[in-house]
């Protein structure tokens, strides 16, 4: 009763002996490629997120890069001067205004 609706699978065309080796020889040669990918993009992404940039042995120093990185440590340090003094200013003008709001 189970088996209402189930079709038996047919048996592909038969190989001889010679092709069947032929195609398994082929097979684990493409499997033998797709592992050593596999394992060499591995490596890869391991080497990337476990070393920095700098460390690598093939690194060379781009000089515009360091320039870059220098002139974005001042700009992030004049940035951050600027936020620390705006909330002093906010807080002194928050003071004065409640100042103000008293003495009336």
């Known amino acids: 009763m189970w088996n209402i609706g189930r079709e038996t699978s047919s ?3 038969e190989l001889s002996k010679n092709q069947a080796m032929k195609e398994k020889e082929r097979l684990i040669k493409e ?3 797709i592992t050593e990918e596999r394992n060499d ?3 890869r992404l391991r080497f990337l997120t476990e070393r920095s ?3 690598r ?3 060379r120093p781009n000089p515009y890069y360091e320039d870059l990185e220098r002139m974005e440590e001042a700009v992030m340090s004049i940035l951050h001067n600027l936020e620390m ?3 002093e200013v906010h807080e002194n003008n928050h003071k004065l ?3 103000i709001t008293f003495s009336r």
Do not use: I
Request: aromatic content about 4%; glycine content about 4%.
């Open 11 to 13: 048996p592909g065309p």
């Open 31 to 33: 499997l033998q490629l």
């Open 41 to 43: 993009l591995r490596d």
């Open 53 to 55: 940039m700098k460390n």
């Open 57 to 59: 042995p093939h690194f």
């Open 85 to 87: 003094e705006n909330t």
């Open 97 to 99: 205004k409640k100042e």
